[in-house]
């Protein structure tokens, strides 16, 4: 349960199965008279769990190199926390730094960027140790000739510790893929350019599935519905979100415009417009901040629409007020950040944020190592070739040209003899041969493409030695 006070009422969110089950939430709200000592009393309850990860970070900037020899601000002085069992949204216009933000509390900042603040898991300043986290990218790095059952498989031999038996992996994987709803696709194969397959919504699940086969007590997720229609961002969110699902993880996710239901699972929402807090605090309660400072949603529209219009400044759109004004997109970020920073949520948030540290939670549990070097090269040689075995283009179509060549040039140069003007006969031949090879290994690369892109997803997370 998340509970936000406002002076004299109080607004309360579940988060339980029934709002799962029905889509949305149920928020019982008592106004009272002076909404300016509303916004100025908020309390948020945080959710600790012992067994789980928090994470905080606290007065966290990014900053990138111009080229010119200077640097520009991506985020700048973000606060806030994460806690177990529960979901934090980061929302904003394209560009306001939500992938960055995600990137730096997952470590995976590029070596232009220069990062300062504190980032703190269970109160310590620590490095996420292997199997502890995972993250889910925003594209789908899958091998395209592989069903659901094999890829998923396959990274868990990759993943779990030899210490495992083969049938401990396999019930790891096909337990996995029930969770996240797609037992009934388990030998579908993926599917990709020029090949029928699985829809958006599932490839995403199954990203996902790979990523949970460690059973990560931290889950990061750039925009995971990206791409996806209504019906399908809602079931890959509620998988994920379902309070049966969840585990006691923390989740913290970027996403852009999510639906009404998708809102409903979230317990904690972070608004950023050009780097910059303009909302920190229960999801449930964004509304009622927006109102309270002359910005409230209109009937009928989904309040997450409304944020991003109202704090989206591409566009330059004048904005109306309550009184019956209207205000630029600047002046109205510039109002709502205001009223955050002088807020007494704000100062919860830093409360909560320091007691989250005091309390911490100890070391990250150093959880069992991946495969072995061998395990993990046997797996990959393996996978590589039923890869190959089953890509029409990369395999069986080049060996069909490579007999076909063979035939024609067998029977252009046949019995040229071994007289003086068949040497240049044989030149020609051997000259034809080797362009032919070069301009044939050259139509693998496609393929090469694809391997790379597996590859560098499974490094950054960790799953491979190299």
């Not at 394209?94 to 995976?108: H, M, N, P, V, W």
């Not at 990218?137 to 659901?148: A, E, M, R, S, W």
């Amino acid at each position: 349960m998340a509970s936000i006070h406002f002076g004299d009422y109080e607004l309360r969110s579940m988060h339980a199965n029934s709002e799962i089950k029905n889509s949305t939430k149920e928020v019982d709200t008592i106004l009272v008279p002076n909404p300016r000592e509303a916004i100025n009393s908020v309390t948020v309850q945080t959710g600790l769990d012992d067994n789980g990860v928090s994470l905080t970070w606290e007065d966290l900037w990014v900053t990138v190199a111009d080229g010119r020899g200077g640097s520009r601000p991506i985020l700048q002085g973000l606060t806030g926390y994460a806690s177990p069992g529960q979901v934090l949204a980061i929302m904003g216009p394209s560009g306001c730094g939500k992938s960055t933000l995600l990137d730096a509390l997952a470590g995976r900042l590029g070596s232009n960027t220069r990062q300062s603040g504190d980032i703190l898991f269970n109160g310590c300043k620590q490095s996420l140790t292997y199997g502890t986290s995972a993250y889910v990218t925003q594209d789908d790095t899958l091998i395209t000739t592989l069903t659901v059952r094999e890829a998923v498989y396959y990274s868990a031999q990759l993943q779990l510790p030899n210490s495992m038996s083969k049938s401990e992996k396999k019930e790891r994987a096909e337990m996995t893929i029930r969770e996240m709803g797609l037992q009934d696709c388990m030998n579908t194969r993926i599917g990709g350019w020029g090949a029928k397959g699985l829809s958006g919504g599932q490839k995403r699940r199954v990203s996902i599935c790979i990523e949970i086969l460690t059973r990560p007590k931290l889950l990061f997720l750039d925009e995971p519905t990206s791409g996806l229609d209504s019906a399908a961002s809602y079931y890959v969110m509620s998988r994920i979100a379902r309070p049966d699902k969840r585990e006691g993880r923390t989740i913290i996710t970027s996403i852009h415009q999510p639906s009404t239901e998708v809102f409903a699972l979230f317990h904690n929402l972070c608004l950023l417009s050009s780097g910059k807090v303009v909302y920190f605090g229960p999801a449930s309660a964004a509304n009622e901040f927006f109102s309270l400072n002359g910005f409230p949603c209109p009937t009928l529209q989904n309040p997450s629409d409304h944020f991003l219009r109202t704090i989206n400044k591409d566009f330059d759109e004048d904005i109306e007020q309550g009184s019956g004004g209207r205000k630029t997109t600047e002046e109205v970020i510039d109002i709502l950040r205001k009223s955050y920073k002088s807020s007494n949520g704000y100062q919860e948030i830093r409360r909560q944020v320091a007691e989250i540290c005091k309390k911490g939670g100890g070391v990250l549990e150093k959880k069992k190592s991946h495969a072995s070097f061998l395990t993990q090269c046997l797996v990959l040689t393996r996978r590589s070739f039923v890869n190959m075995s089953r890509d029409l283009g990369y395999y069986w179509l080049r060996i069909a040209v490579y007999v076909v060549m063979a035939l024609g040039l067998g029977t252009i140069f046949f019995n040229v003899g071994s007289t003086y003007n068949s040497i240049e006969a044989r030149g020609s031949m051997l000259m034809f041969i080797v362009s032919l090879l070069t301009f044939m290994a050259i139509g693998g690369f496609p393929s090469f493409v694809e391997d790379m892109k597996v590859y560098e997803g499974e490094r950054l997370n960790g799953t491979l030695w190299c």
